[in-house]
C-alpha cells in the first residue's frame, strides 16, 4: 500500500511552504528516517524524512512549487511490497514546459503553462530537470532524455540548456534575404542580452518583508562611532593558541562585542526594550541576534541569555551557527525571538553601513572592516587598527543621548577590555 508524503507542521502560523530540493528521485531506495525532500518556509528549510524504508514511487510536486502543510507532495513504497503495486493517480498537473509570468497580490509569481496531451507519451521529465528546463525558459522537449524509461534527467537538462540555440528553418517557398540595418548610435554589439527568472525563496520573500516594514513601522536613526582596536588585538594574538587549545574554536572579535553590547545594554536599557504601544516593554535578559550568510540568505540566530555566557560559549554557539547556516540546518526557534541584533559587514569588506533593526527589536549594531589610519594619540599622530560602528535604533523608545551613550560605552568597553573583567 503506497504512503503518503505529506508536508508537515513546520512552525506556528506557517501554512504554505515551497518545495525545495529532492534529495531522492522516483524509484529510489531510502531506508528509515533518510531525508527525501527539503521543505522551505519563510523562517528555515527542513528536511522530509521517509517514514518507512522503501522506495519512491511518485512525485506530485517538483522542485519550486508550493504546497500548503498537509498536503501530499508524493508516494512511497514500503520495503517487500509487490512490484508493481498500482499507485493512487493523483490529481497532478501536466509536466512543466514553459515559465508564465502571473501577477498576484502586489508582487510575480512564476507558474507553469499546461502543455496539451501529444498524441504519443512524452519522456517524463524529471523534477530537477524540470526546475533547470524552467528556470532557463527551455522546452521539455528539447531535452534528449537518456535515464530508464527515457526519463529526462538532471543531467540532461543541463546538457539541454548548454546546448547552442538552432535557428529555426524557413519554408521551402521562402527564399533567406540578407538585410542590413544602420546600426543604432551608442548601441552595444556584443555582450549577452538574456534574461531569468528564478523563483523568490520563502526565506528571502520574508527578509524583504520585514526589512519594509521596519521601514515603514519604526522611526530609524543611526548614529556613528568608531573604536581602536589596538587592545583587542593584542590580547587575541597573546591568548589565542590557548584559547583555541582549550576550548576547541577560535578567540575571535565577535564574543569582544557581544560581551561588551551587554554591559551597554545594561547601562542604556531603552536599546533593549520593546515599543507595544500603549507600553514600553523593558527586559532584563539579553537575547543577542548575529547576523550570519546562510545558503538561502542573511538569518540571523539568537544568543539567548547572552549575559549569561562566557567568551569560549559565545565563540562555540557563533561558530556552530555559521556552519549549520550554510547548509540550511539552522532550527526554526533557533531564529526567532531576540531583543537586539549584532551585523558584522566588515568581514565582506564594508567600511560604514546604516543596517535596518529587525522588528520589533529597537536596535541593531553594525560592524565594519579594519583599516590601519593615522590618528592622534597624546599630541602625536600615530597608525591604529580603526573600526567604525553604526547603531540603528528607534527613535520612538531611544533618544539621541541615550543611543550616543550605547555606542561610546560599546567603544570604551573595546579600548578597554579589561573593563568586562571588573564589570565597570
Known amino acids: 500500500m503506497a ?17 525545495g530540493t529532492w534529495k531522492k528521485r522516483e524509484g529510489d531506495g531510502v531506508v528509515v528516517d533518510e531525508p527525501i525532500v527539503e521543505i522551505e518556509s519563510d523562517k528555515a528549510t527542513v528536511e522530509l524524512p521517509a517514514p518507512v524504508a522503501g522506495t519512491v514511487s511518485r512525485v506530485l510536486k517538483g522542485s519550486g512549487e508550493r504546497a500548503r502543510v498537509g498536503e501530499v507532495i508524493g508516494y512511497m513504497e514500503p520495503a517487500g511490497a509487490a512490484a508493481g503495486a498500482a499507485t493512487p493517480a493523483p490529481a497532478a498537473p501536466a509536466p512543466q514546459t514553459t515559465v508564465d509570468v502571473k501577477r498576484k497580490e502586489g508582487r510575480t509569481d512564476i507558474g507553469s503553462v499546461q502543455m496539451a496531451p501529444p498524441a504519443t507519451q512524452a519522456p517524463r521529465v524529471m523534477p530537477a530537470a524540470a526546475r533547470v528546463l524552467g528556470e532557463a525558459g527551455v522546452p521539455a522537449g528539447a531535452a534528449t532524455g537518456t535515464g530508464p524509461g527515457g526519463r529526462v534527467t538532471k543531467s540532461d537538462a543541463v546538457a539541454a540548456v548548454s ?19 544602420p546600426a543604432a548610435r551608442g548601441a552595444a554589439v556584443a555582450g549577452s542580452r538574456e534574461e531569468r527568472y528564478v523563483l523568490i525563496s520563502p ?81 532584563d535578559y539579553c537575547d543577542i541576534g548575529i547576523a550570519v550568510g546562510g545558503g538561502k540568505g542573511l538569518v540571523v540566530p539568537v544568543l539567548r541569555n547572552a549575559e549569561a555566557m562566557s567568551f569560549a560559549q559565545i565563540e562555540l554557539a557563533i561558530n556552530d551557527f555559521a556552519k549549520r547556516a550554510a547548509d540550511n540546518k539552522l532550527k526554526l526557534e533557533e531564529l526567532q525571538g531576540g531583543t537586539f541584533t549584532i551585523s558584522n559587514g566588515g568581514v565582506y569588506g564594508s567600511m560604514m553601513s546604516t543596517p535596518i533593526i529587525n522588528p520589533p527589536q529597537s536596535g541593531i549594531l553594525g560592524l565594519h572592516a579594519i583599516q590601519d589610519r593615522p590618528m592622534a594619540v597624546n599630541g602625536q599622530v600615530v597608525i591604529r587598527p580603526m573600526m567604525y560602528l553604526a ?23 573595546i579600548e578597554d577590555p579589561t573593563r568586562l573583567m571588573l564589570e565597570v
Do not use: C, W
Not at 163 to 181: D, G, Y
Not at 391 to 413: M, N, P, Q, S
Open 3 to 19: 504512503i503518503e508524503l505529506k508536508v508537515p507542521e513546520v512552525g506556528e502560523s506557517i501554512t504554505e511552504v515551497m518545495i
Open 203 to 283: 526565506i528571502r520573500q520574508r527578509i524583504a518583508e520585514r526589512l519594509v516594514e521596519a521601514q515603514q513601522q519604526a522611526a530609524l536613526l543611526t548614529t556613528f562611532n568608531e573604536v581602536d582596536m589596538s587592545a583587542v588585538m593584542g590580547l587575541r594574538a597573546k591568548f589565542k593558541d590557548v584559547f583555541q587549545e582549550r576550548h576547541g574554536a577560535k578567540l575571535g572579535f565577535m564574543s569582544f562585542f557581544v560581551r561588551a553590547a551587554v554591559e551597554a545594554l545594561r547601562a542604556v536599557p531603552q536599546v533593549n526594550a520593546e515599543f507595544r504601544a500603549p507600553h514600553i516593554v523593558y527586559r
Open 163 to 181: 546546448r547552442p540555440a538552432v535557428p529555426a528553418a524557413l519554408p521551402p517557398a521562402v527564399k533567406p534575404a540578407a538585410v542590413t540595418l
Open 391 to 413: 547603531l540603528t535604533y528607534d527613535h520612538r523608545l531611544v533618544d539621541g543621548r541615550e543611543a550616543v551613550t550605547f555606542l561610546k560605552r560599546i567603544k570604551d568597553t
